[in-house]
């Protein structure tokens, strides 16, 4: 079905045969649950009437081989990014409702919409650059450089989940 890849019943996934580490190209996967397991999509059957929408799609799971090093490093800089973004939104939300009475009602909503928004896309930024900072490929541009994910995207599979 897909080459150097078995699949396995019990977990529903795609794994790996190869265990050379696809983030740092250096070391070895010692276990089957360091792989990232990257989902994707293609769409089945969709759909569209004036009063009801569906999509039907098909989900694999891929196993991108990872060695315990890199599943650190990624665990580690999702868990930093995350708190440093928590503790920001946080110290600003306060700032925001201590100046309340002195800021326009506007001004107000959209501080505080722009302070959550801001967290939100500054946690995966921050993640993406602490792992860049220490040479590796991010979780997505790893799974993007395997062989077969790429035969299965320009198959017409996608990362994204079809919407209706």
Not at 14 to 31: I, L, Q, R, S, V
Not at 63 to 82: E, M, Q, T
Request: proline fraction near 2%; aromatic fraction near 14%; hydrophobic fraction near 40%.
């Amino acid at each position: 079905m897909i080459r150097n890849y078995t699949f396995d019943e019990a977990y529903k996934r795609f794994e790996p045969h190869d265990h050379k580490c696809t983030y740092c190209g250096e070391a070895e996967m010692e276990n089957m649950n360091d792989c990232y397991f990257v989902p994707l999509f293609v769409e089945g059957d969709r759909t569209n009437i004036v009063v009801y929408r569906s999509v039907k799609y098909s989900k694999v799971l891929i196993g991108i081989p990872r060695c315990r090093s890199c599943k650190d490093i990624h665990y580690d800089a999702k868990n930093k990014a995350v708190t440093i973004s928590v503790v920001s939104v946080i110290i600003l939300l306060g700032l925001l409702l201590y100046n309340f009475m002195n800021l326009n009602a506007f001004v107000f909503i959209l501080g505080i919409f722009a302070t959550i928004f801001g967290g939100i896309y500054g946690s995966s930024k921050l993640a993406e650059r602490y792992v860049a900072n220490k040479g590796i490929y991010t979780l997505q541009d790893g799974a993007e450089t395997n062989e077969v994910v790429q035969d299965l995207v320009i198959a017409g599979w996608s990362f994204t989940m079809p919407t209706a």
